[in-house]
Each structure stands twice: as C-alpha cells, then as structure tokens.
C-alpha cells in the first residue's frame, strides 16, 4: 500500500481576495461573511481549500500586506468572531482555509515599528533593519524598492535609514534577530491553535539579506522600456543561502500541528525553486510554482518544455505545484484570450501537481481597466501602467447592478461585462468555462491518475500540440492540447487504439474516440480515458 495523500496534495487550492469576493454590508468591500455565504459555491464548484489574502487590522498602504496586528481582524473584513464562524464553516463544507503571512515587513504603523523608530536605544531597534546614512547622505546602499524608488526611507528623528523592500509603509524586518523570528512563530501557533489549516508565506526568499548589505549590480539584460525597479540583479537583498535556516524553523512549528501546510510566495526558475522544498523536505511543503504566468511565450512547446522541466527539477519525493493566476499578475484570460484560457484550465488541472484557481479566472474574468484617477494599488500610483487593480476587482457572481458582490459603491470599477460573464449566468450555460472548470475539478476529484498519478509526455509529431499520459494504477488518462488556431489530426495508435473523451474544452464532445485519427478543433483540449492502454 502506498502512503496515503495529503489534502494539499490531492486538492485543489483557490484563492480569495478578500477586499472583492462578496460584500455583506453594502460598504462595497467584501468581507468575511461575504465569503462564509459563498462557501456553499466553492464547495459546489469542487475547490478543496481557500487561501484568503490578508485579513489582519492594516492601515492597507498595500492592500493588507501592511500588517499592523498579525492576530487580529481588521474591521473592514469583520471581528475575531466572524473569522471564527468562517473558519468552522469551512471545514464544515469539507474546506481547508489557508491564511496569508506576511513576515518579511510590518506596517509602520505596527507597534513594533513605532517602539523601534522611537529612539535608537529601544528594545525594538534591532527587530528591523536600520542603517546610517552614506557618506553624501543619501540611502546606506543602491537597493530598489519593488514598488519603485529607493528601498530606504530616512526616519529624521533617528536619523538613521530603515529598510523596505516594498513600500515606505512596509518596514522589513530584521529575520537575524532571534525575537523576531519567535515573535512570527508565536503568530503561526496562534491561528494553527484556531485551526487554520496552513500559510502561503509571502516573500519567503526575501526574509534573509546579504548580512553586509553590497550594492546590487546592474542588469545588463535591463531596458528603459521596463520598470526602474528592475534594473538592479537582486542577489543580494533575496535568495540568500541562510534564509533555508529560517525557512526550517518555520516548518518545525507548522509540523507541531497535524497535517498543516506551508505554501512560499518564491519567483524563481524551477531549478533555483526547488530548493525551497529543502534538503530533506524540511522547508516548504509547496514552492509556489509561478513559471506557467511567468512563461514569455505561450506556445505547446514552451509549457511541455516548463514541464519537463520542473519533473526533472524535483527532488525525489517532493510534491509539485501550478498557478495560473494571483492578485499581482495580468489574469490568464488577458494574457492568453477566451480560448486559450480553456486550454490553460485544462492544463492546470490535469498537470501533476497542487493546482491554484485565482478567483474569478473560472468565469474567464479579465483584468479590468482602471481609470487613473481610481488606481488605488502603490505600485501603480508609483509605476504608471503596473497597476495590480485590474486583477483585483470585483467577482461577478449575477447581473444586479452590484454583480452581486455589493448593493454599494464597488471599492473598485466592476467589470463592464460583468452583466453578461458572471457566475449566474455560466451555471446556466453547459458550455461556460465555469462549465468547464467544475467539471474538470469533478474528474480531478473522482481520479486517482489526475490527483495523485504519474506524469509522461506523449510524443504526438506535432509542434502545435501538447500531450501526455496521467496513470496511476489501471487508470490511464491521455491529456492533448491543441495549442494552434487550426484543427489537427494526431495518430496515437502507439499510445492506445481507442478511448472515451472524459471532457473536451468546449463542453460539447463525449463517447468513444479512435486514437488512430484523432481530430482536434483549432485551441481544442481533450483528457480521454484510455480502455486499452
Ligand atoms: C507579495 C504579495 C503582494 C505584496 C508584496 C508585499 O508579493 O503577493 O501583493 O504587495 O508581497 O507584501
């Protein structure tokens, strides 16, 4: 008998943004009982966990990654009370619920902050990162913030500079201080003792910085035509060799608790990823794989060779993850178009691995122009046209004037096709892409290939299409991706003689299927159960 899997293994992740899922008091920003009223549709829709973003009181200079109380509600969202009826729900529907972390910087306007900027003695100095000025007295050293700017702001009073890897409001913190890190391990048993299910930590291989703290050098590869902020190679503020150390005790609290998970917010290439799972399997249990958003190039050769990969990059042992979408990338239907994002769906739910749904991409939502005058994100306040508003605005759930998610003023612009692409209205369609999605989350469930089976490319003798075989036990899957804008005829007699399609990604195919001519339409997908393979 093999070892049985875990939850986050065989599951599928989904992610809320808890500021646009469902509004409860009409303040057009959504809120906890917002989503506790929706959980009866994820669990409809067949997601196994949620990981909501920060919930915590912040003064929201970056939507909540500004913690200023990592164990409270922020009232916007509701009270402790609230969070715990969520929480209970939840597992009631047979729902996991992932928090955010966010342990690499506080608010300013945390009150460990405002002990260690008020005198340069304070037991709290040392929790961040402070230094003098530069002999010209300008920042200690060239750093960029991500949001644009120098990651240093003097603090005249001291005047000394402290550190910040995003946004002035958000102070790193110092992870050589051994306070420090008890301080964020205390805050992980806090909600495992309420049981929470687990954390997506957010910027884990930022925790540590080179201890001397050099200057970046230039990109070479860097043009004026990116943003300012990428035009310094990060190796010394991210990725340092110590922050495995950290990342080792963080696992060793999350393994106090039975069965908890630890997802890493990490943007690396797979080979440099893969160390996040740690030598032993003691870091990470998931590295969030973000190469799918992070492909350039979208084609059938690209993503089997992002594939091939990643399965080779693993460490024996470790469990492999997929993500198509999140609050700071372009939506997947934007970048790829309405047909392609089926083919994207298809991909992320039947590839080997964990797969994350980022809300609103199982309705095909797509990023929603913001005028300038509503842009709200720091990042695109500061770096005009990186907004992260448009992947965040509201779910479109029915064709009320609020789309169902407020009765109020919507924090931010909803969707001008929201009255037509909403979830009311895919329910209804058997051919939607929410169509789609839960019936490929209904296979995913119902099959040991797709959830927990081996992975092997299938040659097919065409540049346009991707395939290959989930199998586990006597079940065999064949997955092909047709990739291009016209129709194709594979011959896979070598694979199997015959099949029956399980879904095609137009809802709109069934029965048995020769593998001898198999005609796939222009950007058509198929997973077919192999009968003799
Ligand atoms: C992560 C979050 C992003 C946030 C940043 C700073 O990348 O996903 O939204 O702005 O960290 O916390």
Redesign the pocket.
């Known amino acids: 008998m093999r070892a049985p899997h875990h939850w986050w293994q065989t599951g599928t992740v989904y992610q809320i943004y808890p500021w646009s899922f469902q509004d409860s008091n009409d303040d057009g920003i959504g809120d906890l009982p917002g989503i506790t009223s929706r959980l009866e549709y994820l669990e409809w829709l067949g997601v196994d966990a949620i990981w909501i973003s920060p919930i915590f009181p912040s003064p929201m200079a ?1 939507f909540g ?1 500004d913690v200023a109380d990592y164990t409270g509600i922020d009232p916007r969202f509701g009270t402790m009370e609230d969070f715990d009826r969520l929480l209970a729900a939840a597992h009631a529907h047979g729902l996991k619920l992932v928090l955010d972390l ?1 342990p ?2 506080t608010s300013d306007e945390h009150p460990w902050f405002r002990q260690a900027r008020s005198a340069r003695d304070n037991p709290y100095r040392d929790w961040y990162i402070w230094r003098d000025p530069a002999p010209d007295g300008g920042p200690p050293n060239n750093w960029l913030s991500h949001f644009g700017g120098p990651a240093w702001t003097l603090d005249p009073a001291s005047g000394q500079y402290y550190l910040h890897l ?1 946004d002035p409001k ?1 102070p790193d913190l110092n992870w050589r201080n051994p306070a420090v890190r008890q301080a964020i391990y205390d805050v992980m048993r806090f909600w495992f003792r309420k049981g929470v299910d687990g954390f997506r930590v ?2 884990i291989w930022m925790l540590i910085k080179h201890p001397d703290l050099p200057d970046n050098p230039p990109d070479p590869n860097w043009t004026p035509a990116q943003p300012p902020q990428h035009r310094l190679l990060r190796i010394y503020d991210q990725h340092q060799p110590e922050v495995h150390a950290v990342i080792r005790e963080m696992r060793a609290v999350a393994d106090e608790f039975a069965d908890r998970v630890l997802i890493g ?1 990490i943007y690396k290439p797979v080979e440099e990823l893969v160390t996040y799972y740690g030598a032993n399997l003691d870091e990470v249990h998931l590295p969030f794989n973000f190469n799918l958003i992070t492909l350039p190039e979208w084609s059938a050769a690209g993503v089997r060779d992002l594939v091939e990969r990643y399965e080779r990059a693993l460490p024996p042992g470790a469990w492999p993850n997929w993500v198509l979408g ?3 990338r372009p939506r997947i239907a934007s970048r790829l178009g309405p047909a392609l994002a089926r083919i994207a769906q298809m991909l992320l739910l039947t590839l080997r691995g964990t797969p994350t749904l980022y809300y609103g991409d199982e309705i095909g939502m797509e990023d929603v122009p913001i005028p300038p005058e509503r842009v709200v994100d720091p990042l695109g306040i500061r770096v005009p046209g990186y907004s992260r508003d448009p992947v965040r605005t509201p779910m479109q759930w029915d064709d009320s004037p609020g789309a169902g998610f407020t009765r109020g003023e919507p924090w931010l612009p909803l969707a001008a096709d929201a009255r037509q692409r909403n979830v009311a209205a895919q329910r209804a369609d058997p051919h939607s892409m929410l169509s789609l999605v839960r019936h490929l989350l209904e296979l995913r469930h119902a099959s040991p290939a797709l959830n927990a089976g081996s992975y092997r490319t299938v040659e097919v003798g065409n540049p346009h299409v991707f395939a290959y075989l989930r199998a586990r036990g006597p079940e065999h899957l064949l997955v092909a991706l047709n990739f291009a804008d016209r129709p194709c005829r594979l011959d896979l007699r070598h694979v199997a003689a015959e099949g029956v399609i399980a879904v095609s990604t137009a809802m709109d195919r069934a029965g048995h299927i020769a593998l001898t001519d198999l005609d796939l339409r222009p950007y058509e997908g198929l997973v077919i159960d192999l009968l003799t393979p």
Do not use: L, M, R, W
């Open positions: 970056d990654y966010v690499n910087h995003f958000q957010d910027v917010e999140n609050h700071d």
